[in-house]
């Protein structure tokens, strides 16, 4: 499995790379009045506009911190709506990958329905690496996405 490395504060992550679709310089993203906790905004991607969650807020309750290491991970995403397939993720110190098997990934520490970060967790190149929950993370995106894009 090839995960994309990601830093937010001290800590490792890591998402799994079948979802990515391109991972892209930290652009200007045009804000949207009102949206969820989250909700960065849009940005235009191959002539369409899709929206962008910041992982640092949704995580830390942060705002991203703007850097030459933070990124846009353009993510595909299930949907009936062919103009809403993908949706950009800010990401701090997204510039690194982990090669390993599913299996090197220990049991979750901690486990709940509501939580998409602490996923099960294996030692990295700097470390321990938390494993993030793709269909949690992609789950909760859409449940504040759907607020903004329901408006």
Known sequence: MLSLLMCLDDTQYALDVSHVIEVLPLLKINKVMG???GVAGTISYRGAFI???DLSELL???PARARLSTRIIVLSRPTQT???QYMGLIAEHATGTLRCDVTDFSSPIISDSQTFSF???TNGPLGLVQRLDTERLMSAAAERLSLVEGA
């Open 51 to 53: 929206p962008v969650m």
């Open 82 to 84: 062919p103009s809403a």
């Open 60 to 62: 830390l309750g942060r």
């Open 35 to 37: 949206a969820p906790r």
């Open 119 to 121: 996923g099960s967790m």
